[in-house]
């Protein structure tokens, strides 16, 4: 049986941490500035990134996402961990126009109908 390298991912603040698991076991850990920097060293099968699954693009897709995500709050024991995103199109701005925290909510609203709070 081949070995299995897993990664589960996080935003940290000032970075990603990537906390890696070989055959379920811990296996290390690494830290860098950008996610590209994470995997200079290592590539894992199975990549598990704490972001949103889905972004609404406007407000038929925002319902969809809330149903979704009303569902998880039910389930799990920390429904803080559960939160509203912005539109696809306001992070796209985020991640290639380096966007102003004002750009990203006002393209969120005008996608969702829908303000953001942080």
């Known amino acids: 049986m081949a070995s299995q390298v897993v990664a589960g991912v996080d935003w940290a603040g000032s970075g ?5 698991f ?11 500035s950008t996610f590209d920097a994470l995997w200079e060293n290592r ?8 972001v ?3 972004l609404p ?5 925002l319902t969809a996402r809330e149903n979704l995500d009303s ?28 966007a102003s925290y004002e750009e990203v909510v006002t393209q969120s609203e005008a996608d969702l109908d829908k303000g953001l709070s942080w």
Do not use: H
């Open 57 to 61: 693009e406007d407000t038929a897709s």
């Open 16 to 20: 990603w941490l990537a906390v890696y």
């Open 22 to 32: 070989k055959n379920r076991s811990f296996d290390g850990y690494s830290f860098a």
């Open 43 to 50: 590539e894992p099968e199975l990549l598990l990134v704490d």
């Open 71 to 98: 569902q998880a709050r039910s389930v799990t024991e920390r429904p803080s961990s559960v939160f509203p995103v912005p539109s696809c199109e306001a992070c796209r701005m985020t991640y290639e126009d380096d």
């Open 52 to 54: 949103p699954i889905g």
